[in-house]
């Protein structure tokens, strides 16, 4: 069992930054894949960044170069650092956990979920 909080979201203006975190506790984390999704009204949840207990990245293609997944073991945590953020990055950001080893992009991959946190970009 896993149990995932974020924290972290907020109302930013366009070109500032936001840091999310994620708190897992359970004694095998370091063994998941650990992921951040985002959702908005009407979509189904959409893979951002994802990060593999080898430490392995992925990034959707527009947070490139401007997000970042990190993960610390020992405090048993996954963070998204984002910066210059655009009037298209809002949404509900969940962390996810996935026990195989593979990084899927798909929701129905990942174990699971914490509650999510908004992020909104002001114009």
């Known amino acids: 069992q896993l149990q995932l909080v974020e924290s972290g979201g907020g109302l930013v203006q366009a070109g500032g930054s936001l840091r999310l975190s994620c708190a897992a506790s359970?004694?095998?984390?370091?063994?998941?894949?650990m992921a951040w999704f985002r959702q908005i009204p009407g979509k189904e949840r959409q893979l951002v960044a994802g990060?593999?207990?080898?430490?392995?990245?992925y990034y959707l293609n527009s947070v490139n170069g401007r997000f970042t997944i990190s993960r610390d073991n020992a405090k048993n945590a996954v963070y998204l650092q984002m910066n210059r953020l655009k009037p298209n990055d809002p949404g509900v950001y969940y962390c996810?956990?996935?026990?195989?080893?593979?990084?899927?992009?798909?929701?129905?991959?990942?174990?699971?979920w914490g509650q999510g946190t908004q992020v909104t970009v002001s114009t």
């Open positions: 359970g004694r095998t984390f370091s063994t998941y894949v």
């Open positions: 990060i593999s207990w080898t430490n392995k990245t």
């Open positions: 996810a956990a996935d026990r195989t080893e593979r990084l899927s992009s798909s929701p129905e991959a990942y174990d699971y």
